[in-house]
């Protein structure tokens, strides 16, 4: 009979092997980001970020989402192409209600917002986060995603 300490191990184990199917990055993809948006009241933000740290803050995401073209949606969806798309788009992924009837589309500003409180931007989201309250990680997580995401 399995103890429930040792069936709680056996799980973690399973969710860190599934943390390591991502490729790491390249050494050359390494360094800063600058990244400028037009915020909805027409002012430009400029989000500064640190590609090295934003995929070592994206390991605690990559469980749940994919980052490259062909990959499958995970627990979350495929994030390719993520910026600059509607919520609750992506083909194939089971969105809950609240994505499905929101109008918010992925802008860098909307994607801050996401990551620093995803229950206001989108209230009633499936998604088991609580948010990321340092501005500099944020930035840095943003940064390696649009980076891994976005065609050059």
């Known amino acids: 009979m399995i103890s429930s300490k040792n069936l709680s191990l056996f ?8 943390c390591s199917d991502q490729q790491s990055v ?4 390494k360094g ?4 400028n948006t037009v915020t909805d009241q027409g002012e430009l933000k400029t989000i500064d970020g640190d590609l090295e740290r ?7 995401c990559r469980a749940c989402h994919s980052l490259k073209e062909k990959e499958p949606h995970k627990i979350g969806p ?3 192409k993520i910026i600059g798309s509607k919520a609750g788009s992506r083909e194939g992924y089971n969105y809950s ?6 109008d918010i589309v992925w802008t860098l500003e909307n994607f801050d ?7 206001e931007i989108v209230p009633g989201n499936k998604m088991v986060f609580s948010g990321i309250r340092e501005q500099e990680d944020r930035n840095n997580i943003i940064a390696y995603v649009y980076d891994q995401t976005s065609e050059k």
């Open 32 to 35: 800063a980001e600058v990244l």
């Open 78 to 80: 495929n994030l390719f």
């Open 11 to 18: 799980f973690l184990v399973i969710l860190l092997m599934a």
């Open 97 to 102: 209600d609240a994505f499905l009837k929101s």
């Open 113 to 119: 917002l996401w990551l620093e409180k995803p229950y």
């Open 26 to 29: 390249d050494n050359d993809q």
């Open 54 to 60: 934003g995929r070592k803050l994206y390991l605690q």
